[in-house]
């Protein structure tokens, strides 16, 4: 057995690292945060040249077929210096979306543009009423002519705001949660019908609404068999999780070294704060915590492309309910070790406890998990 | 044992309440309930009311304009103003700097700083903390020195809460270098449009202005403003914090943020049922309203042990720990609440007369940045840490 990087992952990792490094100082990110985008094009033209942007897809699209591990390298690092980009969403989740169900004429009209970072694309799978299902879809596409009419409200997809494709879930036949009857559609930015609510996020990104409005659609942008979506939404998701686990490790590595730094430094009643013992055992068990979640985003990417599975669904389940988890203590807890200083804008700790707090919020939170995991824990026949 | 309030009590919680459904504006209990900012002017507005009535100074004797109410009258207070969403009272002036001097403070100073509390005239501020001086409070650095008819102020406070506002600000500095920490302490009232005074806004991780620093640069402040002895204030610090801590478990607000998240657990939906009845996160809920009932109890319990006076001691401390845990547990709740829309942060809605489309649940908006904003409970007024201290040193002897 044997944990360490290959040679290659050590290269990508090297080179991620060496460009946020260079280019993602916390003033910066500041104030790619506030730019028109919410992050920064510069910085997205940089990933694309250094091959980033195509790493989970083949040779013939310039990438080397990365899987959950390289995936998460690059993550860790981009979670490192909080970096703003799409590049998960567009990457992993649209463009894996599309490479895995797309035909042909659709792989062949949209990835070369996703791997070489000319299109940006988004995912928008969860609604008002869903609550983290992603089965629960209310949007519906109806059939028009040789096509679709999609009417619905996709809700908080983050980098949907400036995303050139927009890949959607919609419900061909079924209730609202069935499994059954979902299908995957890509939207172009520009087609009549599609507007998208703007805002911020909390920590520092942005996203938007998709509100559909009667899309009409011809049929080549629907991915797949009609109504046989949801089992590649799920998986796909799956990776997603796998992705966010990775950068979660990245930003909470960061926050436990802020955090140790300032107990050594920072002088109360004589002594630095580290020599207190209720501040030692509070800084081992976040040091605790960021193992334990760095172990299972370590499983979750070994199973992230696996066939699926309940054993793989578990997994998934079981490393972002831990990492959820890990990241929520790490965030409050290290707010309160460095006290007030810790809530201020200026300092860049708290915009790691917020990205940590807010990461619960991508693709279901620890209770969210949790629940999903005891569904499907094994029981004793 | 008679856990019943008597028909005294009774009478005056009824009292209370017409009070507040008559008196109290429907625009400001409106962006209470809803978590909406209020400005310097609705605080000044409720203030007059209070004022008016008599009710402002809740704490103070009588003979100086307060209401000279019972610690269980003032329990009542906290439970029904909060309930009707009442501004929660700004303490600097009314319930900090206020005891200090009718306690401590000579008759001039009572004659001319308490009047003008009551009507509103100063907004004081409270600088206690520096860059330097956190926990370790006696610490501090800011430097008085006595020179003729005034002292000539230099040093930095931090973490002003509201300091925007005020035109006063009562300081711990140091008039003797050579004591020992505690002792070389003054309590000092110090004009914030003296020259030489600066203050600079700290932004904090949601966005919002509410801390300041403040800077002293040569600042001339008449000997008169000196509360009682000079090197003694850590005595009267000390008293304040007592004071401070008192209000600090917020068993009312815990309150209203509990039923603000039943409201928003009630609207949203999971798996096509309100999520309130979900049994996970019912459970969550019913958790902590237990543990809130337990402290709402414990609160009770210190409240009619110094009911006929005094001020309560270490228990305070403990109070003040649990009560912030909780609604800190509730703001948690609340942000699990919105699901994926905890992430949106949508400012012009958190802006009272928002009349636009609200993109999620209309009390959305403030969740998040107020779960984050309210990790600040458990580090101000002495940081939980040093509660646990307190309690450790005075209650258990360790």
Not at chain 1, 6 to 16: A, F, I, R
Request: charged content about 25%; hydrophobic content about 40%.
């Amino acid at each position: 057995m044997d944990f360490r990087l290959s040679e290659e992952q050590q290269m990508l990792q090297d080179t991620v690292a060496r460009l946020v490094r260079g280019e993602y100082s916390f003033a910066k990110r500041l104030e790619f945060s506030q730019s028109e985008a919410g992050f920064s094009t510069g910085f997205w033209q940089q990933l694309a040249e250094l091959g980033l942007t195509a790493v989970p897809f083949g040779e013939e699209l310039g990438g080397f077929g990365g899987g959950g591990v390289e995936v998460q390298t690059v993550m860790t690092e981009l979670g490192k210096g909080l970096c703003l980009e799409p590049w998960m969403q567009s990457v992993v989740l649209a463009g894996g979306l599309i490479s895995q169900s797309g035909d042909e004429a659709q792989r062949q009209r949209w990835l070369p543009g996703i791997a070489d970072g000319s299109l940006r694309a988004a995912a928008g799978l969860q609604e008002p009423q869903s609550f983290y299902d992603l089965n629960n879809v209310e949007t519906t596409a109806r059939a028009s002519g040789d096509g679709y009419c999609l009417n619905g409200r996709k809700s908080v997809v983050i980098g949907g705001h400036t995303a050139d494709l927009l890949v959607v879930s919609a419900r061909t036949t079924g209730d609202s949660r069935d499994a059954r009857g979902l299908s995957l559609f890509v939207i172009e930015a520009g087609t009549a019908g599609l507007e998208r609510r703007t805002y911020p996020t909390i920590d520092g990104a942005r996203g938007c609404d998709l509100l559909l409005d009667n899309v009409l659609l011809d049929d080549g942008a629907r991915l797949g068999a009609e109504g046989q979506a949801a089992d590649i939404i799920h998986y796909q998701a799956g990776r997603a999780v796998s992705a966010l686990c990775g950068e979660a490790v990245g930003v909470m590595e960061v926050a436990c070294e802020r955090t140790l730094e300032y107990l050594k430094q920072r002088k109360q009643f004589g002594v630095p704060i580290g020599k207190f013992q209720v501040l030692q055992h509070r800084m081992v068990d976040m040091m605790s915590e960021l193992e334990q979640a760095r172990s299972m985003a370590i499983l979750a990417a070994s199973v992230a492309d696996q066939p699926a599975t309940e054993e793989r669904q578990r997994t998934l389940s079981a490393a972002k309910y831990v990492i959820g988890r890990a990241a929520q203590y790490i965030a409050e807890a290290g707010i309160q070790s460095h006290g007030g200083i810790g809530m201020t804008w200026e300092y860049d700790f708290a915009h790691y406890a917020k990205r940590l707090v807010m990461i619960n919020h991508q693709l279901g939170d620890d209770d969210y998990h949790l629940e999903r995991f005891a569904d499907l824990m094994n029981t004793p026949a | 044992m008679n856990l019943n309030y008597s028909a005294e009590e009774q009478a005056f919680r009824e009292e209370v309440r017409a009070f507040l459904e008559e008196k109290l504006p429907e625009d400001i209990a409106a962006k209470v309930k809803s978590y909406r900012r209020l400005s310097k002017g609705d605080h000044q507005r409720w203030q007059r009311v209070l004022s008016e009535r008599g009710w402002y100074a809740t704490h103070w004797p009588e003979e100086y304009g307060g209401a000279g109410w019972t610690p269980v009258q003032k329990h009542i207070w906290d439970e029904e103003s909060n309930r009707y969403g009442a501004p929660r009272t700004i303490p600097f002036g009314v319930n900090m700097v206020a005891p200090v001097i009718i306690r401590f403070g000579n008759q001039q100073q009572k004659q001319y700083y308490l009047p003008r509390i009551l009507n509103g005239e100063d907004w004081w501020c409270q600088g206690y903390s520096e860059p330097g001086a956190g926990s370790d409070l006696a610490s501090l650095s800011t430097r008085a020195v006595r020179n003729g008819d005034h002292y000539v102020v230099n040093g930095q406070k931090t973490w002003t809460t509201l300091g925007q506002h005020a035109n006063r600000i009562f300081c711990l500095v140091r008039t003797d270098p050579d004591a020992r920490k505690q002792e070389g302490i003054s309590f000092l009232l110090i004009d914030m449009n003296s020259p030489g005074v600066t203050v600079r806004p700290i932004i904090t991780l949601d966005g919002e202005h509410e801390v300041n620093e403040v800077f002293f640069e040569d600042v001339k402040v008449p000997v008169e403003n000196l509360v009682g002895e000079e090197n003694k204030g850590w005595t009267y610090a000390k008293y304040l914090l007592t004071y401070e801590r008192t209000g600090l478990a917020g068993i009312g607000l815990a309150r209203a943020a509990l039923n603000h998240l039943k409201g928003l657990a009630s609207r949203q939906q999971k798996n096509g049922r309100p999520l309130i009845r979900d049994p996970g996160f019912r459970q969550r809920i019913a958790r902590v309203e237990i543990d809130l009932q337990a402290a709402a109890m414990s609160n009770l319990r210190i409240i009619a042990s110094v009911e006929g006076g005094g001020v309560p001691g270490a228990e305070s401390s403990m109070l003040k720990v649990r009560g912030t845990e909780i609604r800190q547990q509730i703001n948690d709740l609340a942000r699990r609440a919105l699901g994926p829309y905890a992430l949106p942060f949508v400012e012009e809605e958190l802006e009272a007369g928002f009349e636009g489309d609200y993109l999620s649940d209309p009390d959305a908006a403030p969740v998040a940045a107020q779960y984050f904003n309210n990790r600040k409970l458990s580090i101000f007024g002495g940081s939980n840490e040093i509660q646990k201290n307190i309690v450790a040193k005075m209650i258990l002897g360790l």
